[in-house]
């Protein structure tokens, strides 16, 4: 793989997740551990991400944002492993006659590996998804807009506007951050105008987050948190959040 390549998916990764660790780099990119470190180093020299104990973080100016850094890799050790097991249950709240949205995002497009077969129809604004739900044999259609490199999501005003002629029986949305006090926020300004546009035309929203996104707060709010359910991994660690909306904890995998 070449180093550029490289670059990109580390920035994807970190863009689309929040933060990672290096240990989760080493696994998902199948190099070495000292590779990854140096990556990291290049990449936050050119100021393209923070570099912390454990591995990196977006690059965020607001302090909310801030995370106890010093566990990090201890952290996200389990961090796919929860992002799988929201996205089976989330996957598993799709019938055959439902009409579905599926946001860009790390969580959301796990649910494609448990999608295989289902006779429901899809709307995406993720290239990864729509591939991956396109070879499975899935109707599925790909939204219009512009590319997104960092993250393969598409943005823009052809995205919104054509998100505007649907009406989905059930969307599912990832979010960089969730708190009681700012929603579900996101840190791109264009992100966050199509991830509310197409939560306004869904009947059932429902959030796939996993345990490191709570107490935090991105840039731009999406969604108040009455407007969704949550479905997380370790609804008990969360139990500050009921009064603001539903929440479900997943059991499975």
């Given at each position: 793989?070449?180093?550029?390549?490289?670059?990109?998916?580390?920035?994807?990764?970190?863009?689309?997740?929040?933060?990672?660790?290096?240990?989760?780099?080493?696994?998902?990119?199948?190099?070495?551990?000292?590779?990854?470190?140096?990556?990291?180093?290049?990449l936050?020299?050119?100021?393209?991400?923070?570099?912390?104990?454990?591995?990196?973080?977006?690059?965020?100016?607001?302090?909310?944002?801030?995370?106890d850094?010093?566990?990090?890799?201890?952290?996200?050790?389990?961090?796919?492993?929860?992002?799988?097991?929201?996205?089976?249950?989330?996957?598993?709240?799709?019938k055959?006659?439902?009409?579905?949205?599926?946001?860009?995002?790390?969580?959301?497009?796990?649910?494609?590996?448990?999608?295989a077969?289902?006779?429901?129809?899809?709307?995406?604004?993720?290239?990864?998804?729509?591939?991956?739900?396109g070879?499975?044999?899935?109707?599925?259609?790909?939204?219009?807009?512009?590319?997104?490199g960092?993250?393969?999501?598409?943005?823009?005003?052809?995205?919104?506007?054509?998100?505007?002629r649907?009406?989905?029986?059930?969307?599912?949305?990832?979010?960089?951050?969730?708190?009681?006090?700012?929603?579900?926020?996101?840190?791109?300004?264009?992100?966050?105008?199509?991830?509310?546009?197409?939560?306004?035309?869904?009947?059932?929203?429902?959030?796939?987050?996993?345990?490191?996104k709570?107490?935090?707060s991105?840039?731009?709010?999406?969604?108040?948190?009455?407007?969704?359910?949550?479905?997380?991994?370790?609804?008990?660690?969360?139990?500050?959040?009921?009064?603001?909306?539903?929440?479900?904890?997943?059991?499975?995998?």
């Amino acid at each position: 793989m070449l180093t550029e390549e490289r670059h990109e998916k580390i920035m994807r990764l970190v863009n689309t997740s929040g933060a990672v660790s290096v240990q989760d780099l080493v696994s998902f990119l199948n190099i070495s551990e000292s590779t990854v470190r140096r990556d990291l180093l290049t990449l936050d020299r050119e100021g393209r991400l923070r570099r912390v104990h454990g591995g990196a973080t977006t690059l965020r100016d607001d302090s909310s944002y801030e995370a106890d850094m010093e566990n990090l890799q201890d952290k996200y050790s389990i961090h796919m492993s929860d992002k799988r097991r929201i996205a089976q249950y989330a996957a598993s709240l799709i019938k055959k006659d439902d009409f579905v949205y599926l946001d860009a995002g790390s969580t959301t497009e796990q649910m494609a590996d448990f999608l295989a077969g289902s006779e429901a129809t899809f709307v995406t604004n993720s290239i990864p998804l729509a591939q991956k739900l396109g070879r499975s044999g899935s109707r599925i259609y790909i939204l219009p807009g512009r590319v997104k490199g960092d993250t393969e999501a598409i943005v823009g005003s052809e995205m919104r506007d054509m998100i505007g002629r649907y009406h989905f029986t059930k969307g599912f949305f990832g979010a960089n951050g969730i708190a009681p006090h700012s929603g579900c926020t996101t840190p791109d300004d264009e992100e966050a105008v199509c991830k509310r546009a197409a939560v306004g035309q869904c009947l059932d929203r429902f959030v796939l987050a996993d345990s490191s996104k709570f107490g935090l707060s991105s840039h731009i709010t999406f969604a108040d948190l009455s407007m969704v359910t949550l479905i997380t991994a370790k609804a008990e660690e969360h139990i500050d959040y009921r009064p603001y909306q539903q929440i479900t904890e997943v059991h499975i995998l």
